[in-house]
Antibody, heavy 123, light 112 residues
Framework: QVQLQESGPGLVKPSQTLSLTCTVS??????????WSWIRQPAGERLEWIGR???????KYNPSLRSRVTISTDTSKNLFSLTLTSVTAADTAVYYC???????????????WGQGTPVTVSS | DIVMTQSPLSLPVNPGEPASISCKSS???????????LQWYLQRPGQSPQVLLH???IRASGVPDRFSGSGSGTEFTLRISRVEPEDVGIYYC?????????FGGGTKMEIK
């Protein structure tokens, strides 16, 4: 059974870069047809999809964040990462990584999630 | 972006009773392949979301058959035939027809 675990700093200063990693265990990040995804949830607000990466189909980002976000994989460490530049208080949220499984192409659903990591943007 | 609207915001239910949640989208979620690209997730207190249904009505692996989904186009419903205590939490619908994937605002179900 695949497990995902987020890690990264819980506090980031405004204008700096947020970097999070999601370590995947119980399965290889480079096998199968999976969409490795990031979602966030500001306190009291709805879930917001940040973007995803697929081993052969590349990346897709939320247009509202596209200029600031990068998702990448490190197959040697079996993890994928999120980088968000020029953060502001509006980026304060719980950040989740998740695996999207392609049950029936071209659609996928998020069948495994990390526990989430809280990130606060504050000086 | 496709806007997802859920109702009600709060849903108190007695154990053993049925429950239903509505989800409406600002655009049709009916794909040209004939399937509705609509998913349902449950976020139990203190936990991450977990998928319940995808393609509108297909239960994800391990999901009890008391959960069912219906609807097409822009209007969808999640039904629980007999609510169990472990069903408490926030239910979200999500569209994956087009990027960005978008979620509803959530329906908080609690036991009376």
């Amino acid at each position: 059974q695949v497990q995902l675990q987020e890690s990264g700093p819980g506090l980031v200063k405004p204008s700096q870069t947020l970097s999070l990693t999601c370590t995947v265990s119980g399965g290889s990040i480079s096998s199968g047809s999976y969409y490795w995804s990031w979602i966030r949830q500001p306190a009291g607000e709805r879930l917001e999809w940040i973007g995803r990466i697929h081993t052969t189909r590349g990346t897709k980002y939320n247009p509202s964040l596209r200029s600031r976000v990068t998702i990448s994989t490190d197959t040697s460490k079996n993890l994928f990462s999120l980088t968000l530049t020029s953060v502001t208080a509006a980026d304060t949220a719980v950040y989740y990584c998740a695996r999207g499984i392609e049950w029936s192409p071209p659609t996928y659903h998020l069948d495994s999630w990390g526990q989430g990591t809280p990130v606060t943007v504050s000086s | 972006d496709i806007v997802m609207t859920q109702s009600p915001l709060s849903l108190p239910v007695n154990p053993g009773e049925p429950a239903s949640i509505s989800c409406k989208s600002s655009q049709t979620l009916l794909h040209s392949d004939g399937r509705n690209y609509l998913q349902w997730y449950l976020q139990r207190p203190g936990q991450s979301p977990q998928v319940l249904l995808h393609l509108g009505s297909i239960r994800a692996s391990g999901v009890p058959d008391r959960f069912s989904g219906s609807g097409s186009g822009t209007e969808f419903t999640l039904r629980i035939s007999r609510v169990e205590p472990e069903d408490v939490g926030i239910y979200y619908c999500m569209q994956n027809l087009q990027a960005p994937l978008t979620f509803g605002g959530g329906t908080k179900m609690e036991i009376k």
